[in-house]
T-cell receptor, first 115, second 114 residues
Framework: AQSVTQLDSHVSVSEGTPVLLRCNYS??????LFWYVQHPNKGLQLLLK??????LVKGINGFEAEFKKSETSFHLTKPSAHMSDAAEYFC?????????????FGSGTRLSIRP | SQTIHQWPATLVQPVGSPLSLECTVE??????LYWYRQAAGRGLQLLFY??????ISSEVPQNLSASRPQDRQFILSSKKLLLSDSGFYLC?????????????FGPGTRLTVL
């Protein structure tokens, strides 16, 4: 079975401090992993994706994530939070390539930024 | 460049009324198309996906249906809405081929069933 767990439903950080959003996954396949961001009442936008190339993936807006197979994790980080980062973040696992049914979204982490 | 449109943006409907939500994609051909529902404070649930005209796969048994009458048009319908159908509906597309590819999402439709 395939699953994804976002370990924190809500994370609050001060502007200018690091951000860590945690994601663990379970997959019987070599997974593809994604992070998407959703601002209120908007669609989702891709931040970054891992597809079995480099384990450290750089995305847009200064975000990056590291694929750790031994820990089955794909945590999202950013060195310095900005007010505009306040949004909902979703970790997604998919695979195998032939099955849409195996696209699994995490329940989301709401990121709040304190001035 | 590719764009994806959804309408309406918001909708308030009484229980038992019909529903039609439309999604269109521009700037690409033969896309995979998807309908998701997002309940308040929850992740996304895949409802339907399509790999071509007239080809619809349903992921969750319910009173909703989907159709793809044209290559870049995807419609979500219901004959009789339930209260539990309330939510945020998102359409997405990906390049034809592996389902492990990036999905591109529309702006969503907020549906409230009263």
């Amino acid at each position: 079975a395939q699953s994804v767990t976002q370990l924190d439903s809500h994370v609050s950080v001060s502007e200018g401090t690091p951000v860590l959003l945690r994601c663990n996954y379970s997959s019987s396949y070599s997974p593809s992993l994604f992070w998407y961001v959703q601002h209120p009442n908007k669609g989702l936008q891709l931040l970054l994706k891992y597809t079995s190339a480099a384990t450290l993936v750089k995305g847009i807006n200064g975000f990056e994530a590291e694929f750790k197979k031994s820990e089955t994790s794909f945590h999202l980080t950013k060195p310095s939070a900005h007010m505009s980062d306040a949004a909902e973040y979703f970790c997604v696992v998919s695979g195998p390539y032939s099955s849409a049914s195996k696209i699994i979204f995490g329940s989301g982490t709401r990121l709040s930024i304190r001035p | 460049s590719q764009t994806i449109h959804q309408w309406p943006a918001t909708l308030v409907q009484p229980v038992g009324s019909p529903l039609s939500l439309e999604c269109t994609v521009e700037g690409t051909s033969n896309p995979n198309l998807y309908w998701y529902r997002q309940a308040a404070g929850r992740g996304l649930q895949l409802l339907f996906y399509s790999v071509g005209i007239g080809q619809i796969s349903s992921e969750v048994p319910q009173n909703l249906s989907a159709s793809r009458p044209q290559d870049r048009q995807f419609i979500l319908s219901s004959k009789k809405l339930l209260l539990s159908d309330s939510g945020f509906y998102l359409c997405a597309w990906s390049v034809r081929g592996p389902f492990t590819d990036t999905q591109y999402f529309g702006p969503g439709t907020r549906l409230t069933v009263l």
